[in-house]
C-alpha cells in the first residue's frame, strides 16, 4: 500500500493577523484553524503561513526583498526572520495545545534562492518528518540567496516547491475573501466569483487580480496564484478558500465541498 500523498495547506497572513497594523495577531482565529486542522486529522500535512502583519512592514522598511546593499539591513534581515519566528510561534503554540504532531522548520536554516528563486533545498529532514506521520510548519521567510546576499522568500514560493517536489495531491489556500473574483471583492462590491478555473483561464485575469492594497512584499492574489502555476501543471488541484470563515479549513481538508474557486490543470 503506497504512502498518502500530502495535501498542502497554507494560510495567509491576512487570516492569521491584521494586515493594517504591525505585530497585530488574530490569536483566536490561528487557535481555531488549530482546532479545525486537529478535527480533520489528514495522514500527511504540511502546514505554510504567512507573514501578515509581522514580516511584510519589516521586510518592506529594511528593503530586505530588493537585496543586501548595506550593513545596516543585516538587522532588518535579523528582525524579519526574528518576528516571522514569533509568528510561528503562535501558530505552533496552537496546534500543540490542541494535540497537533506539528513540528516548527524554519526556511532560512534549509533553502537557498538565487535572484530570489529557490535554488537548493534540503528537505530530507522535512520528508522523515512526512513519513513518521509529523506535521511540518513552514512560513514566509528572509533567506540567503547566491546572488542578492539575501531576499524573502514567499510563502507561496514555498508553497509551489513543495507541492511539486513532494508530488502533493492537493493545495489549499486559505484567504480572507470567498475565493478568486473577476474583480477585487475589497473595492467592487459587483465582483463576481469564479467557482472554477483551468491554467489558461487562470492566466487570462493576470490583469484583473492585481496588487493587495495592504502592505505586501510577496505580490497580491495574482501573484499568488501565479507562483502555483508550476504545481497545477504538475497535476495537483488548487483550493482558494476562506480561511476567516469557521468550519472551511476543516471541511476543505476533510475532502467536502467548500465556497471557493477550484483551480485545475483542464
Not at 498542502?8 to 504591525?22: A, P, R
Not at 489549499?172 to 475589497?186: C, F, H, L, Q, R
Not at 497580491?220 to 495537483?236: R, S, W
Amino acid at each position: 500500500m503506497s504512502e498518502p500523498r500530502p495535501i498542502i495547506l497554507k494560510i495567509g497572513g491576512s487570516v492569521i493577523t491584521d494586515k493594517n497594523g504591525e505585530l497585530a495577531p488574530h490569536t483566536e482565529v490561528i487557535d481555531r484553524l488549530a482546532g479545525e486542522i486537529q478535527k480533520a486529522n489528514v495522514k500527511s500535512l504540511v502546514v505554510v503561513h504567512g507573514g501578515g502583519s509581522f514580516g511584510h512592514p519589516t521586510a518592506q522598511k529594511h528593503a530586505i526583498k530588493d537585496g543586501y546593499k548595506e550593513d545596516a539591513q543585516k538587522m532588518g534581515f535579523s528582525e524579519t526572520h526574528h518576528v516571522m519566528t514569533v509568528l510561528n510561534g503562535l501558530v505552533m503554540d496552537a496546534l500543540v495545545w490542541h494535540v497537533v504532531p506539528a513540528v516548527s522548520v524554519s526556511p532560512s536554516s534549509c533553502i537557498i534562492t538565487e535572484n530570489g528563486r529557490i535554488r537548493s533545498f534540503e528537505d530530507t529532514p522535512l520528508r522523515m518528518m512526512l513519513n513518521m506521520g509529523f506535521y511540518p510548519v513552514l512560513f514566509g521567510d528572509a533567506v540567503l540567496d547566491t546572488k542578492m546576499g539575501f531576499t524573502v522568500l514567499s510563502g507561496d514560493q514555498l508553497v509551489s516547491a513543495l507541492a511539486t517536489s513532494l508530488k502533493t495531491e492537493r493545495v489549499i489556500i486559505g484567504v480572507d475573501v470567498d475565493g478568486i473574483y473577476d474583480a477585487d471583492p475589497k473595492v467592487k462590491k459587483a465582483a463576481k466569483m469564479i467557482d472554477h478555473l483551468t491554467l489558461t483561464e487562470l492566466r487570462s485575469l493576470q490583469g484583473i487580480l492585481g496588487k493587495s492594497t495592504a502592505c505586501d512584499v510577496t505580490g497580491g492574489m495574482f501573484g499568488k496564484m501565479t507562483e502555483l502555476v508550476p504545481a497545477i501543471e504538475h497535476g495537483t488541484q488548487v483550493s482558494v478558500v476562506n480561511a476567516t470563515t469557521a468550519g472551511n479549513v476543516y471541511r476543505a481538508l476533510a475532502g467536502e465541498r467548500v465556497r471557493g474557486t477550484t483551480i485545475q490543470k483542464e
